[in-house]
């Protein structure tokens, strides 16, 4: 990576490139080393673009004639809140009697000597910026210069502040992983602002300086830093979404004719990506680049950054199934986008030197790099898809100059264990029964629909939080898919026998009902798993984890496949690439595990998956506890001030009106039970939970409606509550206010306490009869006293102690289950998984080897069990019986059971381990292997790329070998 970064020192040069290392070989690790190696080292500035001679004779004739006097001043312009301007603007106005700046460096030597004290730095900037404009207005022999794609680039980028400052773009998911790996890996006080400082080092978008960062990550929404602050960093980390949000503000920018680098006059600001001229840009996932074409939104801005060093990080720079047809020719277009985001002298940009194609500006640019894919579809892309020699060695020559890849064959890991789980889900025998009647009579009525509740009779729900169109949309879709299922079963019936039996069983498989019955069984299933798991781990002695940095370090003793004894904290991952599937698994989760074991990556803003994935990893959450209700609020970076915890106003048979926690719902009243003399308020109808029991109503927010009759457990003091303050204490923090606003707005408004509950202990255990009346967040019952604006009055009135007044506290959790959208798997490290469970085959071996190499790669302590839990249909025996009877071939289940058997090398599936083993003797990936990859296929040219030998460094009078980034 050093010799990719060096081969040529001169401007606007090729300086990086792709490291391309297989999933799970430290992509981060190594460019990190890459970065604290180079920390210092600062930008090539661009030639002086103007004739210096040329310049001195206009100076000489500006200096003498009052009619410069405007672009003199216009120069200056940047500084004129200082209270110094106007004798600075006095005494640099022309004409020059005396001998003062007899050139123009020694005008802005002048400048900047008299101002440094008094502006910010910023203005100082926009002035140099100013002077460099000015020269070039002077020298109008060089307007040809100007014209090509280099002339331009040198021109936008002597107007950038030059850093010494590494950009890091990476997907939202990974902002955790890159700022807990900078965290573990760099030993940020050797690079601080003072010795044995670690600020101003790292800068995490929406975290700010990693120092003071809290762990899980906490992020959220925040402005950018000014480009001066951001200078000062060794590196600066931004998701994708900020990358898509600058493009957007860019592109409003552009309307409006702001430059990218210094803005406009009337303060509007250009994005400080843009104003810096960064010393490498480090793209993450930079497949990204080369998936999507230049115009894309991400892709666009990212290639309009200015840096002198650019990299590409990809385990697969190319992305596809390598057995597909099209393959090399999809490959092919996506390298030539990543050299047009590294600037390849050839393939990426190309000088334009005439002025008739570049004049019209990005149209011109347009050509350019119309120009650079000819040249590469010309010299690589047709002779090689043409499999013609020359193609081939340009390609591999290309390559080498610009790619690093180490292959898993390289290093020794432990190897994965792949599993095939079975989930049998049975078939109701009264479905059957109907699917059997219909194809006898060979009629569907609508009695048949009913039973089977497939077509309209199929439950639907539509969503209360979506708008009106959307509703519309979807009641449209449905409609529409009713019309063809009504198509396809009236075929079926012309047909008859066979066709009608598979067309029915199909269409109750698809429906609502029955995929809940699966969601629940592969639930079922992963979770007798892990607790058999964890049980086998307890008599394996327990788990052994590093405190300090997570379970990475929990094996009993560095990897030996005979002597290993796993003692790794069991940590599951649940993987989907259907995120209602992977919900409704986790709704199962979610019942029978406690809230603590279960951490969430699902799609949904950056800074709920930062924390998520950070609970995972460490075992542990922030957050504070409610000094009134002793609800816990978690900290994700915003200040917490009002409880969010959810109570609920009661009342019960007396009269009495009061506030519970909803833990302390034993159950809702149904309407067996509206008869009872106790019974306060509207029993509940038995299926408003869904398949839930009344007992679980407490949970069941959704559900809740006003006047519901519930039976609390009203103990006070209680073995699972803290007891509740006296009403001489409440009195202390304003009891009185709250009962009389309660009583201004007749009960119907915000406010109430947590006062002392009407019940006592030795009374039916506490059982008492109440009727809800409202919920709302505790923080918004006890509002403190402050003047409301709109309603022209004081409201609140509680001003004891609230979470403000707390202390962050830190609690450890025994996280064990995380659920991860195939959407966010991306790049995540999850070394320190034990189990991957897929709830879905994956039969593309290139995405199989993504999602294992997650937790298969270095830092990985032990093997990871992967396991697809598949699942099966079973019908009752009679029409079991009866599909045999009208099928031409037997269709039997049993035959279906999965045997599927991966390879270890490439991670193709084979139906049984017997032709699994014979593949991985002649897999072309198996370094033991002598089988000869067609030498035309993209993926021999990445076998033939080997890794660079290690540097060779003098260490006083002896030489010694060190492996360099």
């Known amino acids: 990576m050093h010799k990719a970064e060096n081969n040529s020192v001169t401007f606007g040069s090729l300086r990086g490139g792709i490291l391309g290392d297989a999933p799970g070989l430290g992509k981060t690790i190594t460019m990190l080393s890459l970065i604290v190696n180079t920390a210092g080292l600062r930008p090539v500035e661009p030639k002086e673009f103007y004739d210096k001679q040329t310049i001195d004779e206009h100076w000489k004739l500006m200096r003498v004639n009052p009619v410069f006097r405007t672009e003199i001043l216009k120069s200056i312009k940047p500084l004129r809140e200082s209270s110094s301007y106007d004798e600075l603007a006095k005494y640099v106005s022309p004409p020059y009697t005396d001998d003062r700046f007899p050139t123009l460096p020694s005008f802005e030597r002048h400048v900047n000597r008299n101002m440094a004290n008094k502006v910010p730095r910023a203005q100082l900037e926009l002035f140099r910026r100013n002077v460099i404009n000015f020269k070039a207005g002077l020298d109008k022999r060089n307007r ?11 021109m936008f980028e002597r107007n950038l502040v030059p850093c010494s400052t590494t950009l890091i773009i990476v997907p939202d998911a990974l902002l955790e992983h890159w700022a807990e790996q900078i965290r573990r890996h760099v030993k940020l006080d050797v690079f601080g602002d003072f010795p044995g400082s670690d600020a101003g080092v790292v800068y995490i978008d929406g975290v700010g300086d990693l120092s003071s960062a809290r762990f899980p990550l906490n992020h959220r929404s925040m402005e950018l830093p000014s480009l001066f602050e951001l200078v000062n960093y060794l590196m600066v980390v931004v998701p994708f979404s900020r990358i898509k949000q600058q493009y957007y503000l860019r592109k409003r920018r552009r309307k409006d004719n702001v430059d990218d680098a210094t803005g406009d006059n009337n303060g509007t600001e250009s994005s400080p990506l843009l104003q810096m001229r960064w010393f490498r840009i480090v793209v993450d996932e930079g497949h990204e680049l080369g998936e999507n074409e230049a115009g894309n939104d991400i892709t666009a801005f990212i290639n309009v950054l200015a840096a002198e060093r650019r990299w590409v990080m990809s385990g697969t720079p190319t992305t596809g199934d390598e057995d597909s047809k099209g393959f090399n020719d999809v490959g092919l ?12 002298e050839k393939y990426g940009t190309t000088k334009v030197e005439t002025l008739e194609t570049q004049s019209s500006g990005s149209s011109g640019r ?24 020359a193609g081939r060695e340009e390609l591999f ?100 026998g066979k066709t009608l039996f598979e067309t029915l069983l199909n269409e109750y498989i698809a429906t609502t009902d029955f995929q809940s019955k699966v969601d629940t069984c592969q639930g079922e299933y992963i979770e007798n798993a892990i607790k058999r798991e964890r049980k086998e781990l ?137 008869d009872r003399a106790d019974c306060v308020g509207n029993p509940v109808e038995m299926n408003r939970l869904g398949e839930a029991p009344l007992n679980k109503y ?22 699972l509550f803290r007891a509740r303050l006296s009403e001489e204490q409440w009195a202390a923090y304003g009891s009185a206010r709250c009962k009389e606003l309660v009583a201004m707005d007749g009960g119907e408004g915000v406010d109430n306490y947590f006062g002392p509950l009407p019940c006592e202990e ?80 994956i039969d593309d071996a290139a995405l199989l080897e993504q999602v294992t190499s997650r937790a298969h790669r270095l830092g990985a302590t032990g093997p990871v069990t992967i396991e697809t839990v598949n699942v099966w249909h079973e019908l009752d025996p009679s029409t079991k019986k009866f599909r045999k009877q009208i099928a031409s071939t037997v269709n039997d289940e049993d035959q279906k059971r999965t045997s599927t058997a991966i ?43 080997r890794p660079p030998p290690p540097m060779m460094i003098t260490c006083g009078d002896v030489e010694s070998d060190t492996k360099c980034p």
Not at 333 to 343: K, N, S, V
Not at 367 to 386: C, H, R, Y
Not at 631 to 643: F, Q, V
Not at 808 to 831: N, P, Y
Request: one cysteine or more.
């Open 366 to 389: 347009t050509q350019g790099k119309a120009k650079a894919k000819s040249e590469w579809d010309t010299m690589v892309k047709i002779p090689f898809l043409n499999q013609q020699d």
């Open 333 to 344: 277009t996506q390298l030539q986008r990543l050299l047009l985001f590294l600037r390849h």
């Open 397 to 496: 020559r290309v390559l080498r100059e610009v790619m690093v890849m180490h292959k898993k064959e390289d290093i020794g890991l432990p190897k994965p264990v792949f599993k095939q789980g079975e989930v049998t889900v049975h078939i109701p025998q009264e479905v059957g029964s109907h699917i059997v009647d219909a194809v006898k009579t060979g009629r569907v009525f609508m009695d048949t629909y009913e039973k089977l509740s497939i077509g309209h009779c199929e439950s639907y729900h539509e969503d209360p939080n979506s708008s009106e169109s959307d509703r519309q949309i979807q009641r449209l879709i449905r409609q529409r898919r009713i019309h063809l299922l009504g198509e396809k079963i009236s075929h079926a019936q012309n047909v008859g």
């Open 538 to 674: 307890e008599g394996r002695g327990g788990a052994i984890a590093d405190l300090n940095s997570g379970p990475l370090t929990a094996a009993s003793d560095h990897f030996n496949a005979e002597t290993f004894i796993d003692r790794r904290p069991v940590k599951a991952v649940v993987y989907s690439s259907s995120s209602n599937i992977l919900l409704d698994v986790l709704e199962y989760f979610y019942d029978k595990f406690d809230n603590a074991n279960i951490a969430e990556m699902m799609q949904g803003n950056i800074d709920v998956m930062a924390y998520e994935l950070g609970r995972f990893r460490l075992g542990q959450k922030e957050g504070k506890s409610c000094p009134i209700c002793n609800g816990w609020n978690e900290y994700s970076g915003k200040e917490l001030s009002g409880c969010k915890n959810t109570l609920l106003e009661v009342s019960d048979a007396a009269g009495n009106v009061f506030l519970i926690e909803s833990e302390r719902v034993l159950r809702a009243i149904g309407k067996e039970d509206r």
């Open 698 to 719: 407490g949970i069941s927010k959704k559900a809740w409606k006003v006047g519901d009759a519930l039976c609390i457990d009203a103990r006070d003091p209680h073995p």
């Open 903 to 945: 390879c270890e090398h490439c991670y193709r599936s084979f139906d049984n381990i017997n032709l699994a083993e014979e593949h991985e003797i002649r897999c072309d990936r198996n370094p033991d292997s002598s089988a000869e990859v067609p030498l035309f296929h993209l993926s021999s040219v990445y076998r033939d790329l």
């Open 144 to 154: 040809r210069f100007f014209s090509n794609d280099k002339g331009r680039r040198i």
């Open 762 to 841: 030795e009374t039916n255990y506490g059982q008492l009869m109440v009727s809800l009346r409202k919920w709302q967040p505790c923080g918004k019952f006890h509002g403190k006293p402050r003047w409301n604006h709109l309603r022209k009055k004081q409201v609140g009135w509680y001003t004891g102690p609230t979470l403000v007044h707390e202390e962050i506290e830190t609690i450890k959790e025994d996280v064990f289950i995380l659920a991860l959208d195939a959407s966010l798997a991306h790049g995540l490290d999850l070394s320190f998984v034990t189990h991957l469970y897929l709830l879905e085959p």
